[in-house]
Each structure stands twice: as structure tokens, then as C-alpha cells.
């Protein structure tokens, strides 16, 4: 908070230490879009962080800290076409946004609801991938709570806290040295434990030329972060100690937020530079898709998608990429929708368009 009372604009350094997904990958235009567009803050609109005194700087860290949900819905607004709903306004720890209803809400609904759903899920994550500011947005983590359905049908992103960015136009600011860093752990295998290797791996504590010297506090999170990333990828011959913020409560794997307040909690986090394209459909395969298509529809079409979904859930392979693969489903699946009046979101317009 102090190194960012001193300055005028978002200082890249300043997201270190914030736990959240959406800055791991940080940008300097996309550091200047939250600043711009924060919406907390009178003569909002330029990237000159003058108009926010120092309490208005503590609730923006605090705010992407703790949660950037919020700070997604004021940057990509719905107005512009991004899938997340309206954001209202904010309180404390309360934010209001647009209502809708999970997408667990929907496992069971009719064959052509699942389908029309399943269909729009597959347009968001288009969106994502490809948009005119060349933003990647990647999920970290997806749920039945991830996806939420306005009363029209129209399918958005409920919880956006999830959400990694990449710049396409800058690049990572460490793609260089973790290139270096993916080649050397290949040659050496997963035995090697070089002080600052795995570090390297995870976006810590490196210059643009060279990797800094580990000592102290950032030694400390570099232990922290090796025993998290290992004890994620299940590798049993790293035997160190978990740290000891790690340690209290009888080992918990997860802690809700509120607790990390108090107790650091260390995350592992997926490299910038290995995010493939089919990240995000991979997982929504793995954990959606199943759930909302199981079942629902006649042989052979159920054959051909439950085929489908097998084949995505292993990463479809390297001949696929992630808009062929979702142009393979859609095909299946757009002729098992309707055009009524439970769809208002494209409805009537559907009567006359293929396009809806």
C-alpha cells in the first residue's frame, strides 16, 4: 500500500501478493482499464490514479484481493457486450449485480432447454477466447455456480472471480523466462529442486533477465509456493514441510476467504505461458457439460455427444483446436433447440433467422 500511495499509475509490482487469478497475469493496458473504469471513484475515466486518494487505493487492493468479481463487472460491462451481468453498486463486502439462477438449476431441465444452454456456453467461451480488445480470458476453476441464466434464457457469467486474463497484444510480462524455465524442468524431469526453479514456473520473484535471488520473506514464499504446486500435481517425493500458515486446522486444503484474511493462504497457479486455447472448453467438459447433456436426447445424437465430451475431457488431442472442437458440438446441438417463447432472448427473432 505504500509503493502505491507513490505513484501515479497502476505499478504492475503492486499485484504481487494479490491472490487473484484475474492479475496473474498483469498487462500494463489492462492495469490502466481497472483504474479507468473503477466506478467507486468521482472523474472515473483516466488511467492517472490522481482522482483516488489513499482510501479509495486501499478498497481497490482490498477489493482485488479478496474478490475481483466486482472489479470484472465495471471493467467489461454488460452494455458492451461482454457475458457477465449488470453491475449495480457495492457496499462493503456487499456487491449487487443482476440477478440470475445458477446453472445447477438447469441439469434437469427439457432436452432443448440443455441444448439451447449448452449451446450459449459454448458462444461465451468463443467470446473469451476471441473479442476486439484481444483479451484471452481463461477460467481457473469452473462449477455449477460459474454460469448463471437470466429469466429470458439468456446464459452469463454469474461469478467471475475465476477468471484469468492474458493481453494478447502485450504478451506476459515473464513469457521469456518461463520458457526457459518449461525447457529446463523437461530436461531435468520432476526431481530437480533448484531454489528458484519452480518459482520460475509460477511467475515469482524474476527480473526481465534473470531470476532474482531468493532470500528472505520472498525464500519463504517461494517454500510455500513448491509445496503447494506439489502437493496440487500429487508429486510424493518433495518432502518438505508444509508451511506453517499451511499447517494450522489440521492441514485444510481449502479456506474460504475470510480465514486467509487472517492466515495467509497460498495458491498454486498455472504458469501464464502454459494456458493453451482449449483451457477453459476442456474444463467446462470435465465439469458442465455432462451434467447438462447426460441423458437427455435419443440415440445416436446422445451417443455422438457423450463421444464428444469424452474426447474434449482428454484435451481432445493436438489435431483439434478449441474453435473446431466447439463448432463439432454446436453442429450436434443446434438442431435439437426451439424457437419459443421460453427463449426471449432470441425470441421471435428465431422464426426468421438461423442466425438465432
Known amino acids: 500500500m505504500n509503493s502505491f500511495s507513490a505513484v501515479e499509475m497502476f505499478p504492475s509490482d503492486c499485484r504481487k501478493g494479490l491472490p487473484s487469478p484475474m492479475l496473474r497475469c498483469p498487462s500494463q493496458r489492462l492495469l490502466d482499464r481497472i483504474v479507468r473504469r473503477y466506478a467507486e471513484v468521482p472523474d472515473a475515466g483516466s488511467i492517472y490514479m490522481d482522482h483516488l486518494t489513499d482510501r479509495d487505493k486501499l478498497r481497490l487492493l482490498y477489493t482485488l484481493a479478496v474478490n475481483s468479481h466486482p472489479i470484472l463487472l465495471q471493467i467489461f460491462p454488460d452494455v458492451e ?32 432447454v440443455a441444448a439451447d444452454l449448452a449451446l450459449q456456453l459454448l458462444a ?21 455456480g460459474t454460469f448463471g441464466v437470466f429469466s429470458n434464457g439468456h446464459l452469463f457469467i454469474r461469478d467471475a472471480s475465476t477468471l484469468g486474463i492474458i493481453d494478447k497484444e502485450e504478451g506476459t510480462q515473464r513469457a521469456p523466462w518461463l520458457r526457459i524455465c518449461h525447457g529446463t524442468a523437461r530436461e531435468a524431469g520432476q526431481q530437480i529442486f533448484h531454489p528458484w526453479l519452480y518459482c520460475c514456473l509460477l511467475g515469482l520473484d524474476l527480473t526481465d533477465s534473470s531470476p532474482v535471488p531468493l532470500t528472505g520473506s520472498s525464500a519463504e514464499l517461494c517454500h510455500s509456493e513448491k509445496y503447494t504446486y506439489f502437493r496440487s500435481q500429487k508429486i510424493g517425493s518433495y518432502t518438505a514441510s508444509a508451511p506453517r500458515s499451511q499447517q494450522i486446522d489440521g492441514q485444510q486444503e481449502y479456506k474460504d476467504i475470510f480465514s486467509c484474511l487472517t492466515v495467509d493462504c497460498q495458491s498454486a497457479f498455472v504458469p501464464c505461458d502454459s494456458i493453451r486455447e482449449k483451457h477453459s472448453l476442456v ?27 469424452q474426447r474434449c475431457a482428454h484435451s481432445l488431442g493436438d489435431n483439434h483446436s478449441a474453435n473446431e472442437a466447439m463448432a463439432e458440438l454446436a453442429e450436434i446441438l443446434k438442431p435439437l433447440r426451439s424457437c419459443d417463447s421460453r427463449f426471449a432472448y432470441r425470441y421471435p427473432d428465431c422464426r426468421y433467422s438461423d442466425k438465432f
Not at 81 to 110: E, H, I, K, N, Q
Request: glycine content about 4%.
Open 81 to 112: 457486450g461482454w457475458p457477465f451481468p449488470r453491475y449495480l453498486g457495492s457496499c462493503g463486502r456487499l456487491v449487487v449485480s443482476a440477478s440470475t439462477r445458477p446453472l445447477r438449476d438447469f441439469f434437469s431441465s427439457a432436452p432443448e
Open 283 to 309: 474444463m467446462v467438459c470435465q465439469d458442465l457439460l455432462p451434467k447438462l447433456l447426460a441423458g437427455k436426447f435419443l440415440s445416436p445424437v446422445q451417443e455422438r455427444i457423450d463421444t464428444f465430451l
Open 124 to 144: 461465451v467461451l468463443r467470446s473469451m477466447a476471441t473479442n476486439d480488445l484481444n483479451y484471452f480470458f481463461y477460467f481457473t476453476h469452473v462449477d455449477a
